[in-house]
């Protein structure tokens, strides 16, 4: 697919080049970077020829990538609703990853750029409506780590590991409302990096990740011991249990956005188990438990 951006659109090229990236690995997530990318591009100009013309070639290839994925049974370029869950759980992945190595002190390029990359999945998720609190926090804590860390690589100084704050105001525990402090917006402590005023232009490859998509190891049960001689026991009669009045809470109904949110933290906490975060599963999974019992 086309993917050099005429100048004035410029803007766009990141979502492009993250659709290249994702070509193979992941056509759906390739599919809808570029799809976010003729949206933005017809907002910032689709009058001059040259934009013109890029656009509307993009358009035809997508029309035809759309059916060649939905002939193949990708549900996520039909359904909205799958659409959205396959997009966000890409950047969770990736933010979980960085987020990961970074609270390790394992600062390279390749943890810039899926700090970069889950901004930009983030971004794209905006077809699909307006973000969650929790995901816009994500994007612009990602977008800050980003840029933070490759100018802390390029001057040849040590990044500080975590959000600016401390570990116990990062990603899992949260401030009130549900969202972890940030940086001042200027340096008025030499120690809490400002944030940057624009993230784009971020170099790096895009990292192995420690485990593939489709790999899952489960714990392998105990072979059983060879049968031994029992001696002969006399049969026990059960004890009658005595009769307990029923005190059954009744059934409550779950309300639909309180069922989505569950079904999202639960999916937060598999992604951090893929990435051995057992903590930001721990913390996702409770968040669930708590909606359940309301």
Known sequence: MAAVAPASLKAISSYLKTAQEYDKRDPVVAYFCRLYAVQKGIKIDSKSNESKSFLLQ??????????????QGHEAVSDEAISKIHVEEKAVQLFLWADTEDRAANFNKNVVKSFYTSSLLYDVLEQFGDLSEEASHHRKYAKWKAAYIHKCLKSGETPIPGPAGGDDEGLGGEAEG???????????NTQQPPYPTNASGVPGQFPSLPYSSDQTNFPIPPTEPSAQPCPAVAPVQPAIPPTIPSTAAPQTSLSLEDNEKAQKYCRFAASALQ??????AIENLHKALALLQK
């Open 58 to 71: 993009l358009m035809d290839q997508l029309e035809k990538k759309k059916k060649e994925l939905s002939a």
């Open 178 to 188: 549900g969202i972890a402090p940030y940086p001042p917006p200027g340096p008025a």
């Open 275 to 280: 990435y051995q975060d057992v903590k930001t």
